[in-house]
């Protein structure tokens, strides 16, 4: 399974950004069995779970990221979101959406939030 994820960037503290994350060659019957989940690593830091999303829409968020992130998930597109909004200096890190169902990873995406 091959994951591709979007949206990092640099954003001043208290702003927001979206990312994205497609299963290209998933198909689709298979990709809306599949538990998706953002992870990130800080600098230094170990990676941490951020919050995942179920083939139904259940989600679970680390306690960092509740109240102000959002996971979605679109099967019809085979695509993941992340949605940040009130980012933090400590939200600093290289994201990546992974399948909890087959450990597969993608390539992370660097997000900067600058006070």
């Known amino acids: 399974v091959q994951l591709q994820a979007s949206g990092g960037g640099s954003v001043q503290a208290g702003g927001s950004l979206r990312l994205s994350c497609a299963a290209p060659?998933?198909?689709?019957?298979?990709?809306?069995?599949?538990?998706m989940a953002w992870y990130r690593q800080a600098p230094g830091k170990q990676r941490e779970l951020v919050g995942s999303?179920?083939?139904?829409?259940?989600?679970i968020y680390a306690d960092s990221a509740k109240g102000r992130f959002t996971i979605a998930r679109d099967n019809s597109k085979k695509m993941i979101y992340l949605h940040m909004n009130n980012l933090k200096v400590e939200d600093t890190a290289v994201y990546y959406c992974?399948?909890?169902?087959?450990?597969?990873w993608g390539k992370g995406t660097q997000v900067t939030v600058s006070s």
């Open positions: 060659r998933l198909i689709f019957s298979t990709y809306v069995t599949h538990v």
């Open positions: 992974h399948s909890e169902t087959s450990n597969d």
């Open positions: 999303i179920t083939r139904s829409g259940t989600t």
